[in-house]
C-alpha cells in the first residue's frame, strides 16, 4: 500500500512522458545474435516454409532492377521461428526493405532511430510471389557460388519442410539451382527395451518415422571473384550431381511443469509446444564410396 501511494501521488502531480527507444540500436543488438554471412536467406527461406511456399528465387542484381523472390509466413509455437525476430536479419544487409504481395506492400522507413512503416496497395497484379526487394545498404561482392550453394543446400535440408526448389540468379543468369524430392514417411517400429523417455521426462518419444530424400543440385562453376560482365560472355562448366540422405524423425510429446512453461513464456514470447520433433540425418554406405559434389559435404557424416 505504501509503494501506490508514493505512486499516486507522483502520477497525480507531474506529466507524463514517453519512453524513448532507440529503435535502430535495439535491432543491432538483435543482430549481434546471427553471426552467419548468409542468415537472411535462411531466416527468409524458414518464413517461405511457415507460409508453405514451394519454390523461392534469389536474385542478385547490380542494377536498379533488383528483387527477391522470397514467401514470408507468420510462425507459431508449432513452426521454426522461434523469436520472432527473424525479418529483423534484414536490416543486417538493407536499410530500407518494401515487401510486396497479393496486390499490396509494406514500406519500412527510418525517422532517426525510430523505424516506421507504410502499408497500402502497390498496382501490381503478382498473385503468386510475395517480393522482398532489399537495395544493399553498401556494394557488396556476389557470393562465392560453391559456399553459397552449400549454405542454400543445408537450410533446404535441414530447416524446411514444404520447400522444394531454391534458385539463385546473378543477373538474371541461373547460377545454383537445388531441388528436393521426399517420398513419403515410413513408420517404424521402436524396439520395447528402447527408453522412450528423456531423463527428466520432459518428451516422450511416440512415433518414428523415416524418409528417402533426394537432392539435386545444378550449379555453374563461377571463380570466386569473376567480373560480372563476363557471366554472359564466359563459358563456364556445369556441375549436376544428386544425393540421398535419409530423415528420422522422431515425434514427441512434451510435458512440462506450469512453471517451467510460465519461465519459457516470459523468454521466447512465446508457449511452449505440447508436441514436437527430432531429426536426424544420415546416408548409406554407398554414398561415401561415390563423387559426392562439395556442395553437399556438410549434409554427410564424418
Known sequence: MFLNNLRNNVRSNANEERVEINQRLLIDKILARYPSEFVVYRELMQNSDDAKSSSVQIKFESSDAYDKRIAEGNPDEQKIGAFGVGFYSLFKICENPFVSSGGKGMDFSWHGNQLFTSFGPT?????????????????????????????????????TENLREVSVHFNNMLVIQLSKKMQELTAIKIASEFNKYSSQKMFHLTLVNVRNVQLYVKRLFV???????????TSYQTEEKNIFLRIASGNLDVNISNEFSAEMEETVKKKPPSKTSIQMIFTGFHEHNSDVSPVFKDLLPL
Open 123 to 159: 498496382g501490381d497484379d503478382d498473385k503468386v510471389w510475395t517480393t522482398f526487394f532489399m537495395d544493399m545498404r553498401k556494394p557488396i561482392e556476389f557470393p562465392y557460388v560453391e559456399k553459397f550453394a552449400q549454405f542454400l543446400a543445408n537450410s533446404l535440408v535441414r530447416f
Open 223 to 233: 571463380p570466386t571473384n569473376f567480373n560480372v560482365r563476363q557471366l554472359r560472355s
